[in-house]
Structures are given as structure tokens and as C-alpha cells.
């Protein structure tokens, strides 16, 4: 039986990163039956609604789904699409891997996986402004929530990732020297589950130096897990370690389902010229065979893209080649 998994091609050049990596995934015989679902502009085009219910409905079917880059429309009554995904699905963990493909690079053995809290922190919007005397916004306040069962789920996802993929340490990134009780509740909860993890090594580094060592030494990390405004700026800090974003896939996991995607956006400077790179979302859709238990052929397809993008003859512009998105696609099928 194919598995079921929804497609939301997404906007910009989305169409054509989309059909690029569906026509990888079915030369390398990827028994998939996808479900094109819209959202972004084109959900707006077609429903009224970047993010429209016939899209949810259908990830709440399969559980799964590949997405392209989305334009949040401008302008009030429109919903966000992330947040109403985030939501729906409590996608808890967001998952960026990044490892060095092309050498020559500045740094050349670079194998990191960041694993970022999706739900709490900075970003769950509890705040407000504060009036004093005649100014109504004379000062401002955002309330950054961490629970003990927030922190609990995305630190054992991270050592049950490490274990499951064969790595070797977990670092927890936080700052509870100064945020004592929120940051400290985050760190207590990563000691008290690492002692569970023996095989694993644990390590506890604070966010600024860890800004710093990611820039001296990134090959000395693996699995990283953060809470949400540190993963979102040590996560693009980490794809710029690898060459940008044009290779950066991301993933996100929770109780309802999951959903991957490439980190980029929808790149209006490029969009309908046909030279945008796929691989970020080929690399996501290798990550989502991994999470459909298919690790072989994930690895197969990882493996043709890599060698082309070595072998550097046939890649889009942004890897410093001529090739359109279709040649680039078509030099990694005939390497599976
Ligand atoms: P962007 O990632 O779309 O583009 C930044 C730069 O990177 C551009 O020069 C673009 O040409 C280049 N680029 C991005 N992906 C590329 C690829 N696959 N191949 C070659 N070059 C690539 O970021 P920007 O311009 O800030 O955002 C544009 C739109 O995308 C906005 O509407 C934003 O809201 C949306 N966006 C959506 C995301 C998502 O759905 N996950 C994530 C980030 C932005």
C-alpha cells in the first residue's frame, strides 16, 4: 500500500523545488501516494485562506507532509500559517540538520543536528505593554514560558534522536546562569533525563559561548537541543556554517503528525525562471522517508545529491554552476 502523505507545493519558485523532488523520490521508486493540498498565496487564491481546512483536514489524514516555502499574506484577518500548523498539529520539535557536502568550504567536517523547541519560550506571544504616566507604551513585557513537560518531550526527543541515529553527545544551550528559574527549570530537566541516556554524553554549554564555539569549532557538536529563540538563531547561525540556505532542510515533529520542509523561503527574486535550487527539499524529503521508516532509500537519494554537488558540474547557480532546476534533477536521478 503507497503511503499517504499531503503536498502542499507552496508559492515562489515552491511549484518547481515541489515537482523536482516528487520526480526524485519516484525515480528512486518511493512508494507514495501524495495528496496535492494548497496554502500560502495559492490557498489565498483558491479558498480565501493561506492556510485553508482542506489542507489540515488532509494532514490530519496523513499524518505526514511535504511543504514547500509559503508567502504569508499582508494584511489583517489572515491567519499564520505556522502558528495555525504549529497548533493544530503541536509539532514540538523542529529538527535542522547540517552537515559540510561541498569541501573546500571554510569548514569542512561540520555534522550538526539542532533540535529546537517548537511551543514555549520567547515565542508564545504572552505579552503586553505597560502605561506609564501619559504614555501608553512606556514599556513592554513577554512572558517566556518553559514547563517541566515542554522541556521533558523535546530533551528526550533529542537523546532518543542521538540514539536512534547513531550519535554520540547531546548538548543542552541555555542561559540559566541569568534566566534562573525558566532556563534553570530547562536545564534541571536536561540533567535529570540525560542520566537515563548512559550511552550517550551529555554536555551543558551557555548560549554565548556557544555562538562563539559554533564559530571556532562547529565539528566538535552533534545533536544540539535548545529552547525556541536561542534554536531559531543558532539554527540559521548552523546552515551558514554549511553554505546557506539553498541545502538547509528542516522538519517538524510532534503528537498530530509531522511536516517537512526546506528552511528558504519562497524566493520572489528567482520565482518562474527555473534555476532555483531543490536540494533543501529533497534533503526534507529524504528526512521524511527516514521518519517513514525507508532509511535505505533516503540514503540512496541523499547520496546521488551529494555526489553531484561534489562533483560540481551540473548545479544551480547559487552552488556556482549554470544548471536549471530541471538539468540539476535530472544529473541526481541518473546517479541513484
Ligand atoms: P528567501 O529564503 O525566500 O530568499 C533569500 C535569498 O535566498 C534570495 O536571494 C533567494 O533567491 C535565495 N534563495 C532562497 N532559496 C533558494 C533556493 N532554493 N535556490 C536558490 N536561491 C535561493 O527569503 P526572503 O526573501 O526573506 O522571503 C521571501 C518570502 O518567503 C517571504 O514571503 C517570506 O515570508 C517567505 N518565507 C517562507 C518560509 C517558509 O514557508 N518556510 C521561510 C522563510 C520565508
Redesign the pocket.
Known sequence: MPTPVTLIS????GPS?SSATVRLLEAAGADIAWDAQCA?MAGVARYGDPIPDETLDSIKRTRVAL??????PVGEGFRS??VALRKTFELYANVRPAHTIRPGGRYENVDIVLIRENTEGLYIGIEHYIKIGSDPRAAAESVALITRAGSERIIRYAFDYAQRHGRKKVTLVHKANILKNSQGLFLDVGRMVAREYSNIEFEEVIVDAMAMNLVLKPERYDVIVTTNLFGDILSDLISGLVG???LAPGANIGLGGAIF??????????AGKG??????LMLAACMMLEYLVDEPRAQRIRTAIEETIREGTVV???LGGTATTDQFTDAIIARL
Not at 507552496?10 to 519558485?13: A, E, K, L, M, T
Open positions: 507552496g508559492d515562489g519558485i523545488i500560502g511543504k514547500g516555502p509559503l508567502e504569508t500559517i505556522n546557506g540556505l539553498g520542509e526546506a528552511v528558504h523561503g519562497t524566493a520572489p527574486d528567482i534555476i532555483a535550487n531543490p536540494g533543501a544551480t547557480r547559487d
